[in-house]
């Protein structure tokens, strides 16, 4: 049984945009590269998510999904195809995806200002991709039980975006934490050879 993901952080804060800059200027786009992506800045929250919609995009047993706010992502090349559906938990989906090589590109509901859910594997370095949490586990294969036991997760998916949010940046701190005290060890260990 995995247990539920609780927030410790405020909600409302969206200050992931403060957050490392190592996602600035990252790029990806489609297998083909008629369509392809700039970050320009960090993502609201990164997930895995194991509902069956996510299972059958990625042709795996889950997806990794990069929430961002619109302005954050910037397009060029061709312009994406739209597939109107549904998502897992019944809510309406565009699925825009690559007209040539059908790579799907991400995900948005039907608002003008809804977020863009880019699809983690689309980016061209995905080696530092590390989800907050699980989504969607009540559907997740057997085999990913030692991630789900990490990573902690949700049986569907959170009442609102603002848990997801808070859980990726309690994550982003804990790393930016780690990368300085790891700094200072260096340093430490510098000091001591001369």
Known sequence: ??????????????GSKKLPCRWIGREGGCQCGAIRYRLKQAPLTLYACHCRSCQKQSASAFGISMR?????????GKTPRIWRTAGDSGAPKLCAFCAE??????????????PLTIKGGS????????????????????????????????????????????????????????????????????????
Not at 68 to 76: A, K, L, N, P, S
Not at 143 to 169: C, H, N, V
Request: aromatic share 6%; charged share 45%; glycine share 8%.
């Open 123 to 194: 980016l061209d370095e995905t080696s530092d991709l590390e989800p907050a949490c699980h989504l969607w586990t009540m559907r997740s294969q057997k085999w990913t039980q030692p991630l789900l036991e990490r990573d902690g997760g949700f049986e569907k998916e959170p009442e609102s975006d603002e848990i997801l949010i808070s859980l990726w940046e309690e994550k982003m701190r804990r790393e930016k934490m780690r990368r300085e005290k790891t700094g200072r060890e260096e340093s430490s260990n510098s000091e001591k050879e001369e």
């Open 101 to 114: 090589c059908g790579t799907r590109l991400y995900h948005t509901g039907e608002a003008f200002d809804d």
């Open 68 to 76: 961002m706010e619109r302005q954050g992502v910037e397009f060029r």
């Open 1 to 14: 049984m995995i247990e539920e993901r609780k927030s410790e952080g405020g909600e409302g804060d969206r």
